[in-house]
């Protein structure tokens, strides 16, 4: 029987295999579950982010249209419509608003 195979040595064989099939397998999904792992924790990041821009969005949402406008608008030469002439209308505008806010915030305020 020295030259002879056993009739479970190719069983053996395709046990091993798979042994090691299932080992590389299990490698495999590690590294693929840190890489979910590292995508979490960006878009955690992300969120946080999100959530801190809720409180001064308020305050660069109408810069980011003044720019988006102005490159809109037709340039024209010696006008008054340029930026500065935009930002002094906003300040016309904000003016009145600004006195309001100030006026209800003093009657919150004087209020027992």
Known sequence: MAGRTSPLDPWEARKRALVLESELNRILLAAEL???KAGARRLADVGHLVRQA????????PVAGFLTG???RRK???SATGWLGRAAKGVKLAAPAALAWR???KRRLSRP
Not at 54 to 61: E, G, K, Y
């Open 70 to 72: 102005r490159g809109r």
């Open 34 to 36: 840190q890489e979910l």
């Open 76 to 78: 024209k030469r010696n």
């Open 54 to 61: 809720r409180h001064w969005l308020p305050l660069v949402a």
């Open 103 to 105: 006026k209800t915030r």
